[in-house]
């Protein structure tokens, strides 16, 4: 089974895009599709971004652990509001913080807003940014409009039969990915 990791990129106080998250978490296990695992960066609270990983003197355990989860992940689901027309520092911060680790990585984006466009504008600065840093961005989009109200706070959809219909179509183009990733890397020994 892959092991995928739902990043939640919302630190914000009484955020709404972690439903999303959770909704991911239920989606995949509930479906079989892999094990799953909620990497929350309102939890790890890390400070602004100093140096990359490699480059750090002493790594907290918080960095290290962080690192460890983004490394054993086969694939990478992230969940991210718009702010502004871009997406959160909270996740920049972490972006920037790993080198060689997102290389290759299939990376699924996610994107929240509480109006009608889901926070579609994210789409073009983020992906450009995970271009650069080498990770590999799957071509499928999961936009959630009026988040507060199409998900619980439990992560429950409002009208489940479209919203599981959407995720599928979604997961399995990381499904997928995952898949061609592990068959080139199984070429090369
Ligand atoms: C600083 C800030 C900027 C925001 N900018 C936008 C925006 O550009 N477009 C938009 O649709 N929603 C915007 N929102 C609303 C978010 O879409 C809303 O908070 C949503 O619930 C997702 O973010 P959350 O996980 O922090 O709750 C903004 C919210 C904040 C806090």
Redesign the pocket.
Known sequence: MPQIAILS????K?????RVALYFKRFIEEKNLGNSEIIDLQEYNFPIFNERLPYLDSPTPEVLDFAQKIRSADGIIIVT??????Y?ASLKNVIDLLTNDWRRKPVAIST????????T?VITSLQFSLWKIKAWTIPAMFPVPK??VSFSEEGIPADREATDKRAAAFVNELLWCIEARKMMDNRKQ
């Open positions: 990129a919302s630190v914000r009484g955020r709404n895009s972690h509001p718009e702010y502004n027309g871009g959160p929240s807003s509480d109006g009608s466009f889901g926070g504008q988040v507060n």
